[in-house]
């Protein structure tokens, strides 16, 4: 099964692409994808439901967040009323530690993304201020990066012998899908989804000439 | 810059009202300046003649921002407009527009931290009725 582990919505602030049309993207361009996740800038979206869609389409369509820290930006899955309660999504300034910690003691599940970009990514951070415990998942391959920066991320995976996941971190329409996450398993929901990740049951894969390629 | 302070003084008022009377030629030459080509858009003459669905992006008020607003004009840069259309805009309706801040964030990005204000202007025709909501987003670097 394989899913887009980050992408935005018109709900980010960024984000210049409505739900629906990511799903008639993905049929009309037959794109090998079972599903996405909306991982929203500084919020995690109570409100939207996309159940509709996903009967229409025949996608799975989950909803996470995207969190800012003292070392990059970091996907939130599985944000409960306890994460919420516990931290401040819209602050620039969260901790990785306490983001990591809150997500593990509310049961969800931490992944910093694009590590190898600068500022926002941890590699950066890794480098001048040491490692931070915790850390099991990053996610290496990034649409949206450029250069080495998804090289950067694998190296950082690889010392430390991390997880790692991948997604298109598509803010438009047809970016959704250059990179995505494949698992060894069918996933239904969220709780699944974080038991592979967590078991690291899956590879970063991104999308060439309408095949998927391992980043390994 | 405390960026929730900021948000607590500035958002949420109406600093500037501005009103615009809406021309049938001024329409027109809008819409064929964009590019458009459908006729309720380019032709006066056509029964459901309007304003296009972005034309109330052409439109400022009298003051960009409430007096005081603290804002570095030296690092900051235009974010882009979006706009909401909501009902149709003819020639000779009456607009008025009204301005507030409606919102300020800050966020990161590669090239570091980064404080967005919303400008937001509503506009409503002689009728009350809103008829667009255009968002311009100036985006300011912080240190």
Not at chain 1, 2 to 30: F, M, P, T
Not at chain 1, 139 to 159: D, H, I, K, Y
Not at chain 2, 17 to 43: H, M, N, Q, W
Not at chain 2, 52 to 64: D, I, K, V
Request: proline content about 3%; hydrophobic content about 40%; charged content about 30%.
């Amino acid at each position: 099964m394989i899913l887009d582990l980050h992408s935005h919505s018109i709900v980010s602030d960024d984000g210049r692409a409505k739900v629906e049309n990511y799903c008639q993207w993905i049929r009309r361009k037959e794109l090998p994808l079972d599903g996405f996740v909306l991982t929203e800038h500084r919020l995690f979206d109570v409100e939207s439901d996309y159940r509709r869609l996903e009967d229409e389409f025949g996608f799975l369509i989950l909803k996470a967040s995207e969190v800012e820290t003292d070392y990059g930006h970091v996907l939130v899955f599985g944000v409960n009323d306890d994460l919420l309660a516990a931290l401040d999504f819209a602050r620039v300034d969260l901790s990785l530690a306490g983001v990591l910690e809150e997500s593990r003691r509310c049961g969800a599940v931490a992944v910093p993304c694009h590590p190898g970009r600068t500022r926002v990514g941890m590699c950066a951070h890794v480098e001048s201020r040491g490692q931070v415990e915790g850390v099991r998942i990053v996610e290496t391959l990034n649409g949206g990066s450029r250069g080495n920066e998804n090289a950067s991320a694998l190296a950082l995976a690889q010392r430390n012998d991390y997880h790692r996941t991948g997604g298109s971190d598509s803010h438009i329409v047809s970016h959704i899908g250059r990179c995505a996450t494949r698992f060894e398993t069918a996933i239904a929901g969220m709780g699944e989804l974080m038991t592979e990740l967590e078991a690291g049951r899956c590879e970063a894969v991104a999308l060439e000439n309408g095949q998927w390629t391992s980043q390994n | 810059m405390d960026v929730a302070e900021l948000k607590e003084k500035w958002t949420g008022w109406t600093f500037d009202e501005a009103r615009f009377e809406i021309k049938s030629e001024d329409l027109s030459e809008f819409s064929l300046a964009c590019g458009e080509t459908v006729p309720r858009y380019t032709d006066a003459q056509d029964p459901d003649f309007q304003a296009p669905p972005s034309y109330t992006a052409r439109f400022h008020g009298r003051r960009a921002l409430p007096k005081d607003f603290p804002v570095d004009m030296a690092t900051s840069f235009d974010g882009g407009k979006t706009v909401e259309w909501k009902a149709p805009i003819r020639p000779g309706d009456t607009v008025v527009a009204r301005s507030h801040i409606h919102d300020i964030f800050e966020k990161t990005g590669r090239s570091g931290g980064m404080m967005f204000v919303v400008h937001r202007m509503e506009f409503t025709n002689q009728r009350e009725e809103l008829v667009a909501v255009v968002d311009w987003k100036m985006i300011q670097k912080l240190a």
